[in-house]
C-alpha cells in the first residue's frame, strides 16, 4: 500500500473510483437523473482534472497492487458555513475507498495524511461535511477529535440531504 500525491495519470482512475464509491454507498438514495447529474458535475474526468490542477487542493490516492485504491482530496480554505471561531479552516473534501477494499486501514493513512497537510498550512480546525445517516464514517472521523458543529444540507441534483458539519483542531 503506497500513499503518494495524485498525478494527471491518476485522473481516469480518480473519476471511476469517486463514482463508483458514491454510487456504492448513496446511489439508492436518489432519482436516477440526479445521480447522473451530481456524478457528472463531481467526479466527471473534467472536474478532477480542474481540481488537481488547483493550488489550493491537494489529492492524494493510495496504490494498492498498482491499482488506485483510495484517495482523499482537501482543500485549504474551507468552503463549509461559517460555524466555528476557526480564524484558518481548511476542509476535507472527500475520502473514498474501494467499496471493495474498505476496513484495509486505508482511511486511517489519508486521514494521518490531511491532518498532517492542515498543519503544514497552518490551518486551526479541520472541517467536513458527513451524511446525517452514516453513523460509521461519523465514528471514523471522531476518531480524530472531530465532532458535530452544525446541521447543514448538501445536494444532489434538486434533492437535499441532511448532513452535519464536523469540525476539529488539527
Not at 498498482?66 to 471561531?85: E, N
Request: hydrophobic share 45%; net charge negative; proline share 5%.
Amino acid at each position: 500500500m503506497t500513499l503518494r500525491p495524485a498525478t494527471a495519470a491518476d485522473i481516469p482512475a480518480l473519476s471511476d473510483l469517486g463514482r463508483r464509491a458514491f454510487v456504492a454507498k448513496f446511489g439508492h438514495l436518489y432519482s436516477a437523473e440526479n445521480l447522473a447529474q451530481f456524478l457528472d458535475e463531481s467526479h466527471s474526468e473534467a472536474t478532477v482534472a480542474a481540481q488537481l490542477a488547483d493550488p489550493a487542493m491537494k489529492i492524494a490516492v493510495i496504490d494498492e497492487g498498482g491499482k488506485l485504491a483510495s484517495f482523499c482530496k482537501i482543500v485549504r480554505h474551507s468552503t463549509l458555513p461559517a460555524r466555528t471561531a476557526a480564524a484558518a479552516p481548511m476542509e476535507l473534501k472527500q475520502l473514498y475507498t474501494d467499496p471493495d477494499l474498505i476496513g484495509r486501514g486505508h482511511g486511517a493513512r489519508l486521514m494521518d495524511w490531511a491532518l498532517a497537510e492542515a498543519r503544514e498550512w497552518s490551518a486551526d480546525e479541520m472541517q467536513l461535511s458527513v451524511y446525517a445517516h452514516n453513523p460509521q464514517a461519523q465514528r471514523f472521523y471522531q476518531r480524530y477529535g472531530l465532532a458535530k458543529v452544525a446541521d447543514i444540507t448538501f445536494a444532489v441534483g434538486d434533492h437535499i440531504d441532511p448532513e452535519f458539519m464536523f469540525a476539529g483542531a488539527v
